[in-house]
T-cell receptor
Framework: NAGVTQTPKFQVLKTGQSMTLQCAQDMNHEYMSWYRQDPGMGLRLIHYSVGAGITDQGEVPNGYNVSRSTTEDFPLRLLSAAPSQTSVYFC??????????????FGAGSRLTVL | EDQVTQSPEALRLQEGESSSLNCSYTVSGLRGLFWYRQDPGKGPEFLFTLYSAGEEKEKERLKATLTKKESFLHITAPKPEDSATYLCAVQGSGAGSYQLTFGKGTKLSVIP
C-alpha cells in the first residue's frame, strides 16, 4: 500500500516555464488536495477535489490549474512559473468526511525552485 | 475566517524534560482539531483528531487536550526521536467545510 505518491521530488524551473506535479493515491480516497508550504507560514490550500470531475479553489489558487479525471490522480499544473511559486508542494487525500472530520494523508512533497 | 496560532515557534528540551505545545484557534463551528507531526523533508503525519472541549487523546509520550479556545500537546519524558515540527489544524463547519486551516508549527528539539 503506497499511500500518496508525488513526483518529482525536486524540480528546478526557469521563469515562464510550465510543468505538472503528479499526485496519485491507491486508497480509493474521494477527497484530494494540494497545499504549499513556505518558511514561516502554515500549509496553505491551493486546490481541492471531492471526486472525479469536481475541483474547487482553495486559499491560494492563482497561477495553478488542476483536473481530476480519475479517482486516483490529481495533477497540479503551473502554466507559467514565477519565482513566487518557489515552495514545497504537498498532495493530501482522505475519505470523504461526510460532515465529519477530514483526516488527511499526505505525500512526501515536491520541492520546486523557480529561477 | 478560521485562524490557528501555535506557540512557541521553537522549543528545546533535554531528554526526559516534559513540556507542552500550545495551539490557539478561532473557528466557526469546530468539526475537528488535528495534530500532525512533520519530520524534515517529509510530509505531515497524522497524530490525533479532537472533536469537542474536554476531550483528550494519548499516543505513547504524547497527550492532546482540547478546550473551547485552545489545544495542548503534552510531551512526557521526551526522547530525541520526538524531535520534529508539530502542526495544529482546525476544520470549521462554514463554507468550504472540508478545508483545514494550519498553524505555522512548533519545532521541537530534544537534546540527549
Amino acid at each position: 500500500n503506497a499511500g500518496v505518491t508525488q513526483t518529482p521530488k525536486f524540480q528546478v524551473l526557469k521563469t515562464g516555464q510550465s510543468m505538472t506535479l503528479q499526485c496519485a493515491q491507491d486508497m480509493n480516497h474521494e477527497y484530494m488536495s494540494w497545499y504549499r508550504q513556505d518558511p514561516g507560514m502554515g500549509l496553505r490550500l491551493i486546490h481541492y477535489s471531492v471526486g472525479a470531475g469536481i475541483t474547487d479553489q482553495g486559499e491560494v489558487p492563482n497561477g495553478y490549474n488542476v483536473s481530476r479525471s480519475t479517482t486516483e490522480d490529481f495533477p497540479l499544473r503551473l502554466l507559467s512559473a514565477a519565482p513566487s511559486q518557489t515552495s514545497v508542494y504537498f498532495c493530501a487525500s482522505s475519505r470523504m468526511p461526510g460532515g465529519g472530520a477530514n483526516v488527511l494523508t499526505f505525500g512526501a512533497g515536491s520541492r520546486l525552485t523557480v529561477l | 475566517e478560521d485562524q490557528v496560532t501555535q506557540s512557541p515557534e521553537a522549543l528545546r528540551l533535554q531528554e526526559g524534560e516534559s513540556s507542552s505545545l500550545n495551539c490557539s484557534y478561532t473557528v466557526s463551528g469546530l468539526r475537528g482539531l488535528f495534530w500532525y507531526r512533520q519530520d524534515p523533508g517529509k510530509g505531515p503525519e497524522f497524530l490525533f483528531t479532537l472533536y469537542s472541549a474536554g476531550e483528550e487523546k494519548e499516543k505513547e509520550r504524547l497527550k492532546a487536550t482540547l478546550t473551547k479556545k485552545e489545544s495542548f500537546l503534552h510531551i512526557t519524558a521526551p526522547k530525541p526521536e520526538d524531535s520534529a515540527t508539530y502542526l495544529c489544524a482546525v476544520q470549521g463547519s462554514g463554507a468550504g467545510s472540508y478545508q483545514l486551516t494550519f498553524g505555522k508549527g512548533t519545532k521541537l528539539s530534544v537534546i540527549p
